[in-house]
Protein backbone atom coordinates (compact mmCIF):
# COMPACT_ATOMS: atom_id res chain seq x y z
CA UNK A 1 0.00 0.00 0.00
CA UNK A 2 2.99 2.41 0.83
CA UNK A 3 4.68 1.91 -2.30
CA UNK A 4 1.27 2.71 -4.06
CA UNK A 5 1.46 5.34 -2.50
CA UNK A 6 4.84 6.46 -3.33
CA UNK A 7 4.04 5.89 -7.03
CA UNK A 8 0.90 7.99 -7.26
CA UNK A 9 2.78 10.66 -5.57
CA UNK A 10 5.72 10.93 -7.67
CA UNK A 11 2.71 10.86 -10.37
CA UNK A 12 0.90 13.59 -8.86
CA UNK A 13 4.54 15.75 -8.59
CA UNK A 14 5.40 14.77 -11.85
CA UNK A 15 2.26 16.21 -13.62
CA UNK A 16 2.77 20.02 -11.14
CA UNK A 17 6.23 19.98 -12.87
CA UNK A 18 4.50 19.91 -16.13
CA UNK A 19 1.83 22.18 -15.46
CA UNK A 20 4.04 24.92 -13.33
CA UNK A 21 7.46 24.36 -14.49
CA UNK A 22 7.35 23.38 -18.29
CA UNK A 23 8.43 26.62 -20.48
CA UNK A 24 7.01 23.89 -23.72
CA UNK A 25 5.99 26.64 -25.98
CA UNK A 26 3.28 24.13 -27.35
CA UNK A 27 1.42 23.36 -24.09
CA UNK A 28 -1.44 25.98 -22.96
CA UNK A 29 -1.80 26.36 -19.34
CA UNK A 30 -4.72 27.33 -17.51
CA UNK A 31 -6.36 27.00 -14.21
CA UNK A 32 -10.58 26.32 -13.84
CA UNK A 33 -12.65 26.95 -10.41
CA UNK A 34 -15.70 24.64 -10.49
CA UNK A 35 -17.53 25.70 -7.19
CA UNK A 36 -15.31 25.37 -3.88
CA UNK A 37 -12.74 23.11 -5.92
CA UNK A 38 -10.56 24.02 -8.79
CA UNK A 39 -7.64 22.26 -11.06
CA UNK A 40 -4.59 23.78 -12.68
CA UNK A 41 -4.76 22.25 -16.35
CA UNK A 42 -2.08 21.80 -19.09
CA UNK A 43 -3.13 20.76 -22.77
CA UNK A 44 -0.96 20.39 -26.12
CA UNK A 45 -2.09 23.29 -28.50
CA UNK A 46 -1.23 20.65 -31.21
CA UNK A 47 -1.55 17.00 -31.17
CA UNK A 48 -0.20 16.28 -34.76
CA UNK A 49 3.43 15.13 -33.10
CA UNK A 50 1.41 13.68 -30.44
CA UNK A 51 -0.22 10.93 -32.89
CA UNK A 52 2.66 10.43 -35.28
CA UNK A 53 3.90 8.69 -32.70
CA UNK A 54 0.82 6.75 -31.96
CA UNK A 55 0.53 5.67 -35.51
CA UNK A 56 4.21 4.59 -35.33
CA UNK A 57 3.32 2.76 -32.34
CA UNK A 58 0.62 0.48 -33.86
CA UNK A 59 1.31 -0.01 -37.75
CA UNK A 60 -2.02 -0.91 -38.82
CA UNK A 61 -4.75 0.76 -40.71
CA UNK A 62 -6.36 3.63 -39.08
CA UNK A 63 -9.64 4.62 -40.36
CA UNK A 64 -11.82 7.77 -39.60
CA UNK A 65 -15.06 7.99 -40.65
CA UNK A 66 -18.73 10.65 -39.51
CA UNK A 67 -21.01 12.19 -41.32
CA UNK A 68 -19.52 15.82 -40.48
CA UNK A 69 -15.97 15.80 -40.98
CA UNK A 70 -15.51 17.76 -44.06
CA UNK A 71 -15.29 21.35 -43.95
CA UNK A 72 -15.43 23.40 -47.47
CA UNK A 73 -15.94 20.26 -49.26
CA UNK A 74 -12.90 18.38 -47.96
CA UNK A 75 -10.74 16.80 -45.14
CA UNK A 76 -8.36 19.27 -45.09
CA UNK A 77 -9.15 20.96 -41.72
CA UNK A 78 -9.38 17.73 -39.79
CA UNK A 79 -6.03 15.96 -41.50
CA UNK A 80 -4.10 18.80 -40.97
CA UNK A 81 -4.70 18.98 -37.17
CA UNK A 82 -3.93 15.10 -37.13
CA UNK A 83 -0.43 15.54 -39.07
CA UNK A 84 -2.68 12.98 -41.79
CA UNK A 85 -0.92 14.25 -44.89
CA UNK A 86 -0.74 11.16 -47.09
CA UNK A 87 -4.22 9.84 -46.33
CA UNK A 88 -6.29 8.39 -48.39
CA UNK A 89 -9.53 10.53 -48.12
CA UNK A 90 -13.12 9.19 -49.59
CA UNK A 91 -16.52 11.99 -49.41
CA UNK A 92 -19.03 10.31 -50.24
CA UNK A 93 -22.89 11.57 -50.64
CA UNK A 94 -25.66 11.65 -48.22
CA UNK A 95 -28.05 8.54 -48.54
CA UNK A 96 -31.06 10.69 -48.24
CA UNK A 97 -32.96 12.95 -51.14
CA UNK A 98 -32.90 16.45 -49.35
CA UNK A 99 -33.82 17.84 -52.44
CA UNK A 100 -37.21 15.91 -52.30
CA UNK A 101 -37.53 15.24 -48.77
CA UNK A 102 -36.10 18.82 -47.72
CA UNK A 103 -36.44 22.58 -47.76
CA UNK A 104 -33.55 24.98 -46.43
CA UNK A 105 -35.75 28.65 -45.10
CA UNK A 106 -33.47 31.59 -44.99
CA UNK A 107 -35.41 34.52 -43.09
CA UNK A 108 -35.53 37.84 -43.94
CA UNK A 109 -34.99 41.16 -42.00
CA UNK A 110 -33.40 39.92 -38.93
CA UNK A 111 -30.88 42.15 -37.12
CA UNK A 112 -27.19 41.02 -36.77
CA UNK A 113 -26.60 38.36 -34.18
CA UNK A 114 -24.61 41.33 -32.06
CA UNK A 115 -27.35 43.75 -31.95
CA UNK A 116 -29.15 42.72 -28.36
CA UNK A 117 -32.91 42.02 -29.29
CA UNK A 118 -31.72 39.00 -31.85
CA UNK A 119 -32.97 36.59 -29.64
CA UNK A 120 -36.24 37.98 -28.99
CA UNK A 121 -36.54 38.40 -33.15
CA UNK A 122 -35.41 35.30 -33.60
CA UNK A 123 -37.93 33.52 -31.58
CA UNK A 124 -40.48 35.67 -33.29
CA UNK A 125 -39.36 34.46 -37.12
CA UNK A 126 -39.48 31.23 -35.45
CA UNK A 127 -43.20 31.13 -33.77
CA UNK A 128 -45.43 31.23 -37.04
CA UNK A 129 -43.01 28.49 -38.82
CA UNK A 130 -43.60 26.25 -35.61
CA UNK A 131 -47.71 26.85 -35.80
CA UNK A 132 -47.32 25.71 -39.37
CA UNK A 133 -45.37 22.63 -38.73
CA UNK A 134 -47.79 22.01 -35.55
CA UNK A 135 -45.04 21.38 -33.65
CA UNK A 136 -42.11 18.71 -33.93
CA UNK A 137 -39.86 21.33 -33.87
CA UNK A 138 -35.95 21.23 -32.12
CA UNK A 139 -34.69 24.95 -31.95
CA UNK A 140 -31.14 24.46 -31.69
CA UNK A 141 -29.18 27.49 -29.70
CA UNK A 142 -25.35 28.35 -29.61
CA UNK A 143 -25.41 29.48 -26.28
CA UNK A 144 -27.76 29.52 -22.47
CA UNK A 145 -28.79 33.01 -22.65
CA UNK A 146 -30.12 32.22 -26.01
CA UNK A 147 -31.84 29.39 -24.85
CA UNK A 148 -33.47 30.79 -21.97
CA UNK A 149 -34.92 33.83 -23.85
CA UNK A 150 -35.88 32.19 -27.20
CA UNK A 151 -37.95 28.95 -24.83
CA UNK A 152 -39.20 32.03 -22.29
CA UNK A 153 -40.92 33.33 -25.58
CA UNK A 154 -42.21 30.51 -27.48
CA UNK A 155 -43.40 29.23 -23.69
CA UNK A 156 -45.46 32.19 -23.58
CA UNK A 157 -47.23 32.32 -27.36
CA UNK A 158 -47.41 28.64 -28.07
CA UNK A 159 -49.99 26.00 -26.84
CA UNK A 160 -47.19 22.83 -27.67
CA UNK A 161 -45.88 21.63 -25.13
CA UNK A 162 -41.93 23.22 -24.80
CA UNK A 163 -39.15 21.04 -23.27
CA UNK A 164 -35.89 22.88 -22.39
CA UNK A 165 -32.70 21.52 -22.00
CA UNK A 166 -31.51 21.59 -18.20
CA UNK A 167 -35.22 21.00 -17.07
CA UNK A 168 -34.47 17.49 -17.07
CA UNK A 169 -31.99 14.65 -18.40
CA UNK A 170 -31.56 14.48 -21.96
CA UNK A 171 -32.80 10.95 -22.49
CA UNK A 172 -35.82 11.74 -20.69
CA UNK A 173 -36.19 15.42 -22.75
CA UNK A 174 -36.15 13.01 -25.79
CA UNK A 175 -38.41 10.56 -24.53
CA UNK A 176 -40.94 13.20 -23.95
CA UNK A 177 -40.56 14.81 -26.80
CA UNK A 178 -41.19 11.25 -29.18
CA UNK A 179 -43.89 10.96 -27.33
CA UNK A 180 -45.39 14.16 -27.40
CA UNK A 181 -45.11 14.03 -31.60
CA UNK A 182 -46.07 17.57 -31.83
CA UNK A 183 -43.63 19.41 -29.34
CA UNK A 184 -41.09 22.04 -29.25
CA UNK A 185 -37.56 21.23 -27.61
CA UNK A 186 -35.02 24.10 -27.27
CA UNK A 187 -31.55 22.82 -26.53
CA UNK A 188 -27.72 23.96 -27.02
CA UNK A 189 -24.75 22.13 -27.64
CA UNK A 190 -25.64 18.95 -26.52
CA UNK A 191 -28.33 18.44 -28.93
CA UNK A 192 -26.73 19.29 -32.37
CA UNK A 193 -24.96 15.78 -32.09
CA UNK A 194 -26.05 12.57 -31.69
CA UNK A 195 -29.95 12.62 -31.23
CA UNK A 196 -31.50 10.26 -33.44
CA UNK A 197 -35.33 11.12 -34.21
CA UNK A 198 -36.57 9.47 -37.26
CA UNK A 199 -40.16 10.14 -38.49
CA UNK A 200 -42.81 13.03 -38.09
CA UNK A 201 -41.95 13.81 -34.60
CA UNK A 202 -39.05 15.74 -35.59
CA UNK A 203 -39.90 17.60 -38.75
CA UNK A 204 -38.71 21.38 -38.28
CA UNK A 205 -34.59 22.55 -36.65
CA UNK A 206 -34.13 25.98 -36.41
CA UNK A 207 -30.74 26.87 -35.54
CA UNK A 208 -30.47 30.61 -34.33
CA UNK A 209 -26.96 31.67 -35.36
CA UNK A 210 -23.50 30.21 -37.21
CA UNK A 211 -22.24 28.32 -34.17
CA UNK A 212 -18.65 30.11 -34.30
CA UNK A 213 -16.95 28.98 -30.65
CA UNK A 214 -17.14 31.79 -28.05
CA UNK A 215 -14.24 32.97 -26.71
CA UNK A 216 -12.95 32.63 -23.57
CA UNK A 217 -11.63 28.92 -24.09
CA UNK A 218 -8.10 28.81 -23.19
CA UNK A 219 -6.77 26.19 -25.46
CA UNK A 220 -9.06 27.56 -28.37
CA UNK A 221 -7.39 31.06 -27.84
CA UNK A 222 -4.58 29.55 -27.80
CA UNK A 223 -4.65 27.33 -31.13
CA UNK A 224 -5.85 30.74 -33.19
CA UNK A 225 -2.72 32.54 -31.31
CA UNK A 226 -0.68 29.84 -33.00
CA UNK A 227 -2.12 30.22 -36.18
CA UNK A 228 -1.27 34.04 -36.29
CA UNK A 229 2.18 33.64 -35.15
CA UNK A 230 3.00 31.10 -38.33
CA UNK A 231 1.46 33.93 -40.57
CA UNK A 232 -2.12 32.05 -41.04
CA UNK A 233 -5.52 32.79 -40.74
CA UNK A 234 -7.00 32.16 -37.54
CA UNK A 235 -10.45 32.81 -38.76
CA UNK A 236 -10.27 30.76 -42.16
CA UNK A 237 -8.11 28.20 -41.09
CA UNK A 238 -9.69 26.75 -38.01
CA UNK A 239 -13.00 29.42 -36.32
CA UNK A 240 -14.61 28.77 -39.99
CA UNK A 241 -14.28 25.21 -40.19
CA UNK A 242 -14.85 24.48 -37.10
CA UNK A 243 -18.47 26.38 -37.26
CA UNK A 244 -18.86 24.51 -40.23
CA UNK A 245 -18.54 21.13 -38.72
CA UNK A 246 -21.01 21.71 -35.81
CA UNK A 247 -23.35 23.34 -38.10
CA UNK A 248 -23.01 20.33 -40.10
CA UNK A 249 -24.10 18.30 -37.37
CA UNK A 250 -27.18 20.41 -35.75
CA UNK A 251 -28.29 20.10 -39.95
CA UNK A 252 -27.84 16.45 -39.39
CA UNK A 253 -30.91 15.81 -36.81
CA UNK A 254 -33.55 16.78 -39.52
CA UNK A 255 -33.33 13.98 -42.11
CA UNK A 256 -32.61 10.66 -40.11
CA UNK A 257 -34.44 8.10 -42.50
CA UNK A 258 -35.59 7.72 -46.16
CA UNK A 259 -38.76 8.80 -45.27
CA UNK A 260 -38.18 11.51 -43.35
CA UNK A 261 -39.41 15.17 -44.65
CA UNK A 262 -38.63 18.30 -42.83
CA UNK A 263 -37.76 22.42 -42.69
CA UNK A 264 -34.53 23.77 -41.99
CA UNK A 265 -34.67 27.05 -40.63
CA UNK A 266 -31.34 29.15 -40.39
CA UNK A 267 -31.78 32.60 -39.06
CA UNK A 268 -28.21 34.09 -39.23
CA UNK A 269 -28.86 36.63 -41.51
CA UNK A 270 -24.64 36.45 -42.50
CA UNK A 271 -25.30 33.60 -44.40
CA UNK A 272 -26.42 36.04 -47.00
CA UNK A 273 -24.45 39.14 -46.00
CA UNK A 274 -21.17 37.87 -45.54
CA UNK A 275 -18.72 36.44 -48.12
CA UNK A 276 -17.77 33.20 -45.87
CA UNK A 277 -21.83 32.66 -45.83
CA UNK A 278 -21.49 31.13 -49.00
CA UNK A 279 -18.49 28.21 -47.74
CA UNK A 280 -21.11 27.66 -45.12
CA UNK A 281 -24.07 27.13 -47.50
CA UNK A 282 -21.77 25.12 -49.86
CA UNK A 283 -20.80 22.63 -47.17
CA UNK A 284 -24.22 21.79 -46.11
CA UNK A 285 -26.60 19.10 -48.12
CA UNK A 286 -27.79 20.31 -51.15
CA UNK A 287 -31.69 21.62 -51.06
CA UNK A 288 -34.14 24.15 -52.22
CA UNK A 289 -33.69 27.38 -50.91
CA UNK A 290 -36.66 29.13 -49.56
CA UNK A 291 -36.48 33.16 -48.75
CA UNK A 292 -40.20 33.95 -48.42
CA UNK A 293 -42.18 33.56 -45.23
CA UNK A 294 -44.69 32.30 -47.31
CA UNK A 295 -43.12 28.92 -48.93
CA UNK A 296 -41.70 28.37 -45.55
CA UNK A 297 -45.20 28.14 -44.33
CA UNK A 298 -46.81 26.51 -47.07
CA UNK A 299 -44.12 23.19 -46.68
CA UNK A 300 -44.23 23.49 -43.35
CA UNK A 301 -48.64 23.28 -43.36
CA UNK A 302 -47.80 20.04 -45.61
CA UNK A 303 -45.07 18.03 -43.38
Given at each position: ?19 F ?6 L ?26 L ?27 L??S ?26 E ?53 G ?5 A ?55 K ?69 A ?5
Amino acid sequence: ELSSCVARAAEMQARAQDIFESQEPSLVRWTESTGRSGSFQATPIEVAQDFARLLGTYPCAWIFTSATLAANDGFAHFAEQLGLSEARKLQLDSPFDYMTQARLYLPQGLPEPNQPQYSEAVASAALPVIEASGGGAFVLCTSYRALKIIAERLRAQLKLNVFVQGENSRPALLEAFVQDGNAVLVGTSSFWEGVDVKGRALRVVIIDRIPFTAPGDPVYEARLEAIKKSGGSPFNEHQLPEAIVTLRQGVGRLIRDVSDRGLLMLCDPRLRSKSYGKKILGSLPKMPVLSKAEEALAWARAL
